[in-house]
């Protein structure tokens, strides 16, 4: 008897973006943080905020300890959408502000082309970052929107690059 090979018909799909992410802990204090913090951000998918399709909780390692998810959404307008509300907002704040002995990284690939990533904190590469040179990400590099797609975030960014940096890169 042959497998049963099929597909996924993605054609209603035109905009679509996976995205890949993770929190790695690389500091004991990073386990409170990880139990406290992930679980309130992977749960907040529930809620099945406009334009995401689909999640689903990863477990990249158990030592050290390296959460995550995959998923899937209709484009990176309601992408940016939820990233800009809370509770992603309120997380993603706290977080630039003290990683609290955590890394966290994301990837994200398009289905018009593109692949983007970022590594905030990360004590070891990761990903793409495992065979790609890792640049900081200023300027062009600081949004996701400009990595991809070279335009200004459609949406205000949580924490600006001069809010962020402190000064513009000269």
Do not use: C
């Not at 993603?92 to 003290?98: G, N, V």
């Not at 949004?143 to 949406?155: K, L, Y």
């Amino acid at each position: 008897m042959r497998v049963n090979r099929q597909t996924a018909d993605l054609s209603e799909y035109p905009d679509l973006v996976v995205v890949l992410l993770g929190m790695r802990v690389h500091k004991p204090r990073g386990i409170v943080r990880l139990l406290g913090v992930g679980p309130k951000l992977y749960s907040s998918q529930r809620g099945r905020p406009d334009g995401l399709l689909a999640h689903e909780d990863v477990i990249w390692s158990l030592f050290p300890p390296h959460w995550g998810a995959r998923q899937y959404w209709r484009d990176l307008e309601s992408l940016e959408k939820w990233t800009r509300s809370d509770p992603h907002r309120v997380w993603w704040t706290r977080f630039l502000a003290d990683s609290g002995g955590t890394g966290f990284w994301h990837e994200a690939y398009f289905a018009r082309g593109g692949i983007d990533s970022v590594y905030d904190d990360m004590a070891r590469p990761t990903g793409l970052g495992k065979f790609a040179p890792i640049v900081p990400a200023r300027g062009r590099l600081f949004s996701t929107r400009s990595r991809v797609r070279d335009t200004p975030p459609e949406i205000t960014p949580v924490v600006g690059e001069s809010e962020y940096y402190g000064s513009p890169e000269e």
